[in-house]
């Protein structure tokens, strides 16, 4: 059965730093791309970024090219995503997101709050 677990979120200060991590379950990384979205309060989903299965290519969302970093370590099957210079708009609940066979399976999520 395929889960992804996300971790890692907390309250940060603005211009702090966060590592997110999902851990993957039931799939092999190494064969799919996963990616992470978030969702601000009162706002729509939103797609961040998300990296290749096999050479790790990554891609980011203008919002957050230049501040975010994924990447990921095949043999703990996890994904990473770095974020620095956080703001307060930055505040959302993290998911990752995998797509098999044409069904998106996402993880609970992690909460990040961006407040002084």
């Known amino acids: 059965q395929l889960q992804l677990a996300e971790s890692g979120g907390g309250l940060v200060q603005p211009g702090g730093s966060l590592t997110l991590s999902c851990a993957a379950s039931g799939i092999n990384l190494d064969y799919y791309a996963i990616g992470w979205f978030r969702e601000a309060p009162g706002k729509e989903r939103e797609g961040l970024s998300c990296i290749s299965s096999r050479d790790g290519t990554s891609f980011y969302a203008d919002s957050v090219e230049g501040g975010f970093t994924i990447s990921k370590d095949n043999t703990k099957n996890t994904v990473y995503l770095q974020m620095n210079s956080l703001k307060p708009e930055d505040t959302a609940v993290y998911y990752c997101?995998?797509?098999?066979?044409?069904?998106?399976?996402w993880g609970q999520g992690t909460k990040d709050t961006v407040s002084s």
């Open positions: 997101n995998v797509n098999r066979a044409g069904y998106d399976y």
